[in-house]
């Protein structure tokens, strides 16, 4: 897996130089920030921790684009139907990252290929994110519906958008999370647990971006999730409802 971190770091190196010698082009729109991430130590995890993460958001053309969703492209984008394609980049889990997963072995990271529709209708946009593994680190897909509302109801430096959503996966990729074989039940102490393909959560977030001035913006990100079916009664979960909250300074070049 090593070859494939050492690509996608080269790749963003040189996507960052390219857009700051190009970035007096009109084609080009670039937003770099830093900020801070507060989450679970492990999807499941009753023990929270704080990472301090940059924020990029590069566009070209309006139609490719590197930012939190991945590496992409824009494929269709008319009549209030948007199609995107992109790569993204799942750093898996590492048992090490909390006491609770001792004996579970890791879950590799991979490179996952998505789809994502959507159609919006005034203030509403109706969504969905396919993604499959496209490497042998892990093995499954991921659906991800969701339904998003604009409140266009706090002034013209204020935009504030709340979604719900849902998680379905495979049988593969739930198995990989929140499964605990004959081995791992040995080695952990956890009892056995087997998965089948089901919605692994379903969930409300809110995001609110506040302009400062035409250079500079706050991003606050608000999430929760319940973890249900399989995922919610396996034994490596300590908590069902999960939090997370992000915040980032922003400025756009």
């Known amino acids: 897996m090593n070859y494939i971190k050492v690509f996608l770091v080269v790749f963003l190196f040189n996507f960052l130089f390219t857009s ?30 704080f990472k301090v993460l940059p924020c ?39 048992q090490d990252d909390n006491s609770d997963l001792y004996g ?68 593969n990729y739930m198995n990989s999370y929140y499964g605990v074989d004959s081995v791992q039940s040995i080695r952990s102490g956890l009892p056995l647990h087997s998965t089948d393909s089901d919605f692994k959560d379903v969930g409300i977030g809110c995001n609110i971006i506040h302009k400062l001035d035409n250079k500079w913006s706050v991003s606050v990100r608000l999430g929760y999730k319940k973890l249900i079916n399989d995922a919610g009664s396996s034994p490596i979960v300590k908590e069902e409802n999960q939090y997370q909250g992000m915040l980032f300074l922003i400025y756009n070049f």
Do not use: W
């Open 20 to 49: 700051f010698v190009y970035s007096e082009s009109k084609d080009l729109k670039v937003s770099l920030g830093v900020g801070g991430l507060f989450l679970p130590e492990y999807e499941g995890a009753e023990d929270y921790k």
């Open 56 to 94: 990029i958001d590069i566009k070209y053309k309006e139609k490719y684009f590197l930012n939190f969703k991945g590496l992409g492209v824009n494929f269709y984008n008319k009549n209030n139907i948007k199609t995107d394609i992109y790569l993204k980049y799942n750093f898996g889990r590492d």
């Open 104 to 171: 579970l072995g890791d879950v590799d990271s991979t490179v996952e290929g998505h789809v994502f529709l959507s159609y919006t209708i005034k203030l509403l946009n109706i969504a969905l994110d396919f993604g499959h593994a496209l490497n042998s680190g892990q093995e499954g897909y991921i659906l991800k519906p969701s339904l998003g509302l604009f409140l266009p109801f706090f002034g013209e430096k204020n935009i504030v958008r709340l979604k719900c959503f849902g998680t379905y996966v495979d049988n």
